[in-house]
């Protein structure tokens, strides 16, 4: 009898009940989350802060990097496990990762006897875990900003204060993205409806477009020759505004 990697002893092969069980889950997860994963690259679902917009194409590219990284690395680890474990004797029905998957997961009472299968279940936990996180994320995450070092997007369950960049697994003060950001915001003009959805996100009290086109009126903020407001200004009439607000609803 050997030694599972996580410690546990074997019972048949190479890896022990749960670890074998797990495996099968993850191919599973794979085969599930592969259509949806596809969505996520195209950004048909994109959410960003206060939901998606069509003014919120400030950052990003239409198509995530991030997500087709993912995709690139999910079918390399699917795509070579296959050729390794079957070769030449690949059904002619398994065409798509997700059938490559069930395939997979169909024989793996036979993987686990080979020495391997401590190697594939590393990489096929590794592969689902990618997967999960690109396609979870648009559940309960919001995206809050973009990584400095590789530019994809950070998230964060609302409400929480850190955010986490997915491929370099770094964790960063939800706070301070959120001031980078502004603070990258105050030499530009925007939209009403920008600068609405802005100033009631730092405050914390509604703004709309309509206080901000009351502003233009009442000449306390001008407009660019394309019909834009700047940022600076707005902020200081957002802060002005929703000051006295704010300690009504404390008080
Ligand atoms: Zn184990
Ligand atoms: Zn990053």
Known sequence: ?????????????YLCRSCAKRLDEDLRQIAALWPESHTTLTRQDRVGPGGSRGSGGAHGLPVSLAASETRDYVRLVVSTWLR??????????????????????LY??????????????EQIADAA???RWLVDRRADRIVVGQ????????????????ATCRPCERVVDVGSVRQARIDALMD??????DVAELLTSMYG??????????WVDQRRLWRNGMGLVPFRRAVELGAQ??????RRTAG
Not at 152 to 160: C, G, I, M, P, V
């Open 241 to 246: 505004h929703a000051a006295p607000r704010r």
């Open 205 to 214: 009290v509604a703004f709309t477009p309509a206080t901000v086109g009351r």
């Open 1 to 13: 009898m050997t030694e599972c990697p996580c410690g546990e002893p074997t019972t048949s092969g």
């Open 129 to 131: 875990q990618r997967l």
């Open 108 to 121: 793996s009472s036979a993987w686990l006897l080979l020495p391997e299968v401590i190697e594939l279940a």
């Open 147 to 162: 990584c400095d070092v590789c530019g994809s997007d950070l998230t964060a369950y609302e409400r929480s204060s850190e």
């Open 188 to 193: 530009y003009h925007g939209s009403d409806a």
């Open 84 to 105: 390794h474990l079957a070769g030449d004797r690949t059904p002619e029905d398994v065409r798509t990762i997700a059938q490559a998957c069930r395939w997979l997961e």
